[in-house]
């Protein structure tokens, strides 16, 4: 366990004025507001280390205790992409043929998304995140972690905007079942998959779903 009982100045901190932190907002939302999901990946290699740091990046949230309750596992060797790929489809299938009910299905139509997954294979970087459902101590016993989930989402969103930040694009898939990817990846039994962060280029002239996000007033109340 880490000892943190101990308090240091937080020599980090920046207050800024109003009227900059009025600009920050905005030019914040400005950038954010363009990332979109893509669903077909160019096969232009990722700079070397840009991964790296931005699961620095990740690895910096907040998670229950401090516990950190996650584990990356950036996949870039085409054999092992398409092991995942294989595995994936074989899921989906089901998912798409009789697993789904109609109504998930109807509001998948919009979509368009389907059975095919034929960006495991051609984007650069795959990342399998995994959830340490509980740990292990140094004799074998389990500890308990707290808001799994919550750090897990939290982690996630920081490396879904560091990607979106050096350029790059990302789509959150989640086949169903994924512990195929704890077989695939060799991870232990205390880790679940979480989610696949596929991450690269667009694919040249890459079109994407003409939707909205809900305005201020939906998604917002002042008190
Ligand atoms: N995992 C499937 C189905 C799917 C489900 C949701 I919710 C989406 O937003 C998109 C797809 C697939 O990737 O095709």
Redesign the pocket.
């Known amino acids: 366990m880490n000892n943190e009982s101990e308090y240091i100045p937080h020599n980090h901190y920046r207050e800024y004025t109003p009227d900059e932190m009025q600009q920050r907002a905005k030019d914040f939302y400005q950038d954010v507001r363009r990332r979109r999901t893509v669903r077909e990946f160019s096969e232009k290699p990722i700079p070397e280390d840009v991964i790296a740091w931005c699961l620095k990046a990740a690895g910096t949230a907040p998670s229950g205790a401090n516990q950190q309750p996650w584990h990356f596992v950036a996949v870039g060797d085409p054999v092992v992409k398409h092991q995942i790929r294989e595995a994936a489809e074989k899921e ?1 299938c089901a ?2 043929e009789h697993r ?1 009910p109609e109504a ?1 299905l109807d ?2 139509w919009d ?1 368009g ?3 095919q ?1 034929p960006f495991l294979d051609h984007a650069p970087c795959l990342i399998a995140i995994f959830a340490q459902k509980y740990g292990i101590d140094t004799h074998g016993n389990k500890i308990k972690h707290y808001y799994v989930k919550e750090s897990m989402g939290i982690a996630t969103g920081i490396l879904i905007n560091a990607l979106h930040h050096v350029g790059l694009v990302s789509l959150t ?4 079942p994924m512990d195929f990817l704890n077989k695939i990846l060799r991870r232990p039994s205390n880790e679940k998959a979480f989610m696949i962060l596929v991450a690269g280029y667009p694919k040249k002239d890459v079109t994407v779903p003409n939707i909205s996000k809900k305005a201020l007033e939906e998604i917002a109340t002042f008190v």
Do not use: D, G, I, R
Request: hydrophobic share 45%; glycine share 0%; aromatic share 24%.
């Open positions: 989906e998912f798409y789904a998930w509001v998948l979509l998304t389907h059975a997954k898939y989640t086949p169903s």
